[in-house]
């Protein structure tokens, strides 16, 4: 089982230190959270990023995946310090549901033939204006299910690999039915763990942080805003003495007498969550050994850390 985990002692925390993710105080709870937030048409995700940042009066902000001004759907936001693992967060695999439209006449039997050809690796070229450099990448398909066709519009979900161009999609599934296609609207309805269903809007986001600053009623922003442990649940974990804690808060890479209980099935270069007792993400590190190796060795690094998120200081200094 993916959450199965393996234990190699056992250890009771200090409950002095440090929070439980959704016990944190409202402004730490902020600086380590995570919106699901559903972008409208009209403004670009920077724009969107920019008006979240000052409604939070947050110095940094993210968000995982670039959609179009005119796209509208999932646009997980990161803040403050849950920035840093915005790359981990972009990554994650996303679906789209999109209208095709086709340039010419297609029968339903050589549309769907031609759609079956770009499931798996596919070639893309990214179109000349996105906000990547133009160099030919592969980019893996996951599904692509017709849900419904009236003339040359055709209404499909696409399951993808992040950084799928659906516009270049269309385009080339165009190309190869000899008609020529173009995407003629896109909605983004998932992305890693995000979901639409789970999305809320910038009006609720702005009722939630009014409630909060001139009521002082946190409740609505708490239910808004994720803790960022809530975002990788399928990320390996690896559980650590409150000892060891700030050190790895001060860069130190994870030491095999520091690890208390690990996910099984970890292989070495996996990326993995390191976390405190309480549930806390310390940060993400790569995983050096396997499971079995890091549960059977008693020295060494285990984990080589990459990027930390919680604060030094939350737990005490144990080290030299």
């Known amino acids: 089982m993916k959450n199965e985990e393996l234990i190699k002692d056992e250890e009771s925390t200090d409950l002095n230190f440090g929070w439980y993710p959704r016990l944190r105080p409202i402004k730490e709870y902020i600086q380590t959270g995570v919106i699901n937030l559903d972008k409208p048409p009209g403004p670009t995700s920077h724009e969107v990023v920019a008006w979240v940042k000052r409604l939070l009066s947050l110095d940094r902000a993210g968000h995982g995946g670039t959609l179009d001004p005119k796209v509208t759907g999932v646009l997980p936001i990161t803040l403050g310090r849950a920035t840093r693992l915005v790359s981990f967060i972009m990554k994650s695999g996303k679906e789209y549901v ?8 297609v029968s339903d039997y050589n549309l769907k033939r031609v759609i079956e050809e770009f499931i ?7 179109p000349i204006r996105s906000s990547v450099k133009r160099a030919l990448r592969i980019r893996t398909i996951n599904s692509i299910k017709i849900l419904e066709r009236i003339g040359k519009y055709v ?3 696409v399951d993808c690999e992040a950084g799928t161009y659906i516009r270049k999609l269309c385009h080339d599934i165009g190309e190869v039915l000899g008609c020529g296609a173009h995407m003629k609207e896109l909605r983004r309805i998932r992305a890693g763990p995000f979901t639409e269903k789970n999305s ?13 600053k001139e009521r002082n009623d946190e409740s609505l922003l708490r239910r808004i805003i ?10 390996p974990k690896i559980y650590v003495r409150d000892s060891a804690v700030d050190a790895l808060c001060h860069g130190a890479n ?5 690890v208390l209980r690990i996910s099984k099935n970890i292989k070495a ?5 390191i976390m405190t007792l309480k549930g806390e993400l310390i940060g993400i ?3 050096l050994k396997s499971s079995r190796e890091i549960l059977e060795s008693d020295h060494g690094i285990v984990v080589d850390m990459e990027r930390i998120v919680m604060e030094p200081g939350t737990y005490p200094k144990s080290w030299n």
């Open 98 to 105: 999109t209208i095709m439209e086709l340039h010419g006449d």
């Open 155 to 157: 209404l499909m979900k």
């Open 269 to 273: 270069g996996d990326f993995v969550c």
């Open 226 to 235: 994720l803790p960022i442990e809530e975002t990788l649940l399928d990320i």
């Open 120 to 126: 798996g690796p596919i070639y893309q070229l990214p």
């Open 200 to 212: 809320i809007t910038l009006h609720s986001l702005l009722d939630a942080i009014t409630l909060w």
């Open 254 to 258: 994870l030491a095999s007498p520091g």
């Open 285 to 287: 590190g790569k995983a």
